[in-house]
């Protein structure tokens, strides 16, 4: 038998601020999205989603729903993923974004606007009793269908026909708005819906390129290929092979240049042209999957656009001279280079006084065709300032300065040129309101959930915290459920 020995050193587990959910399907390509991971981590914690992101994530910002941009490349889904990773201690959260391929594609055009998902998908979990949650591929843009069960994504409520952001009572696999349940039961599908064979091909790549660990791929690898194949494809005709891609000319000679990130839907373009997964495109030498009988066409197109017509130098500069000498003519500089048959771009490098003078002059136009006729209204600001100032001297101030504005018929953004120690001691005072509003709000609710845990042990209840959430009527946040732990162990510390 061994005794403790009270001076011995014994090491205490870590400890985490929120609990340590695990990320479902972390290294899978149906990994959960950082989306639903916050919504699960706020039903396991008994508290509303926005209450979690108030009290945890977002404390000094008023937020009414979860941001769309959630799961992207962006410094938002950083922010999150960094605090989440510290309050949870989960070291994996990273991945239930695409921000570890932030230096391989672009930012924009990852996420959807709209919530997708598989109701076939829900309703196989519920059964099989499994939690529910959305995988990161259906937050995708590209994403359109399940290819597990062969049918398109839905992105409407079957009840309430709405697409509503994630707010207040979100949960996974039910309706943001209503609360209905959103699985179904499998239903035959008629042959006039099947699925088109490229749009399947599509997700196939889109899974495998989840699959791929970014770190492995290597630099400039997709600059590489469009350099080796518009040499083996088009005879070094980069602007034929953009558009038989479908990409634009100028952005596709940015991507060869290497100046500029591709976009997703670009990646998995160019594996469907090329009949390839996204692991060729970044690990295959391209002189193994390019096959030129297949792509004939495109050189013979490249031959024949190669007969176009030039332009010399002095020949551009006087049409671009013309133009703006001419004060009815407010061409863009797209339409321009279509006519001179030359690049925008080419045009910008060798005349940017000319190019950036036509720029300003069609934006002069524009604007001047936007302005409002009429006069413009007089604002008497030393009557407001006095206003403003017998405000200031009456009390507190309970209106934001833009509420003043609109109640005083002035633009607030004004008062902050006109009179800049006014507009300051205005902010300053509403700014110290609403922290006295804060704290007075806290203080009645926790005094009501005091009171609350006395009524229920004069009644011989138990005070548990769902039952005091029932009576006050709310979800308790983080401080809160503080106040009630203090006031149930102080009532018992009362009656012992």
Avoid at 253 to 259: R, V
Wanted: proline content about 6%; some cysteine.
């Amino acid at each position: 038998m061994e005794w403790y020995d009270q001076e011995e050193d014994i090491p205490t587990p870590p400890r985490s601020r929120l609990y340590n959910l695990p990320l479902i399907g972390n290294g899978t390509t149906y990994v959960e999205s950082l989306r639903s991971y916050i919504l699960r981590l706020a039903e396991a914690h008994g508290m509303s989603v926005l209450d979690l992101i108030r009290n945890e994530i977002q404390p000094s910002t008023v937020i009414k729903m979860i941001p769309r941009k959630l799961g992207g490349i962006n410094q938002i889904t950083a922010a999150y993923v960094d605090i989440l990773e510290k309050a949870t201690t989960n070291p994996f959260l990273h991945l239930s974004s695409l921000l570890p391929w932030a230096n391989k594609i672009a930012s924009s055009q990852i996420s959807r606007q709209t919530r997708a998902w598989c109701p076939l998908c829900f309703q196989s979990w519920k059964d099989n009793n499994q939690t529910i949650y959305e995988p990161l591929i259906w937050q995708l843009t590209p994403s359109s269908i399940c290819l597990r069960h062969q049918i398109p994504l839905e992105s409407t409520c079957p009840i309430c026909k709405s697409s509503s952001d994630a707010k207040s009572k979100a949960m996974n696999g039910h309706c943001w708005k209503c609360g209905t349940w959103l699985g179904r039961p499998p239903q035959p599908i008629p042959r006039t819906q099947a699925l088109d064979l490229a749009v399947v091909e599509m997700h196939q790549n889109l899974e495998q390129f989840l699959s791929i660990q970014p770190g492995s791929v290597p630099e400039n690898s997709l600059r590489n290929t469009i350099e080796h194949v518009s040499k083996l494809l088009t005879k070094g005709n980069k602007a034929e092979l953009a558009r038989r891609l479908g990409i634009r000319v100028g952005r596709f000679a940015s991507l060869s240049e290497g100046t500029t990130l591709p976009h997703l839907m670009e990646l998995l373009k160019i594996c469907q042209l090329f009949n390839i997964n996204p692991e060729d495109l970044f690990f295959t030498p391209c002189e193994k999957w390019v096959n030129t009988q297949d792509f004939k066409e495109i050189a013979v197109a490249s031959e024949e656009s190669g007969q176009r017509r030039y332009v010399s130098k002095d020949e551009a500069r006087r049409y671009l001279e013309s133009i703006v000498n001419d004060k009815n003519n407010f061409l863009s500089l797209t339409q321009i280079s279509k006519n001179l048959g030359v690049h925008s771009i080419t045009l910008k490098k060798n005349f940017p006084e000319l190019t950036t003078i036509i720029t300003q002059k069609r934006l002069y136009r524009i604007h001047k065709a936007k302005k409002p006729k009429g006069k413009r209204r007089k604002i008497n600001w030393p009557q407001i300032a006095e206003e403003l100032v017998q405000m200031l001297n009456d009390g507190d101030i309970t209106e934001s300065v833009r509420a003043i504005g609109t109640r005083l018929n002035f633009p607030f953004p004004g008062l902050m040129r006109e009179y800049p120690q006014i507009h300051e001691e205005i902010t300053k005072r509403y700014a110290l309101y609403r922290e006295k509003e804060r704290k007075r709000l806290f203080d009645e609710k926790a005094n009501n959930i005091r009171k609350t845990v006395m009524e229920l042990r004069s009644q011989n209840l138990q005070p548990t915290l769902k039952l005091v959430q029932e009576r006050v009527g709310q979800t308790l946040s983080i401080d809160l459920i503080k106040v009630w732990r203090r006031a149930v162990q102080t009532d018992l510390n009362e009656n012992f």
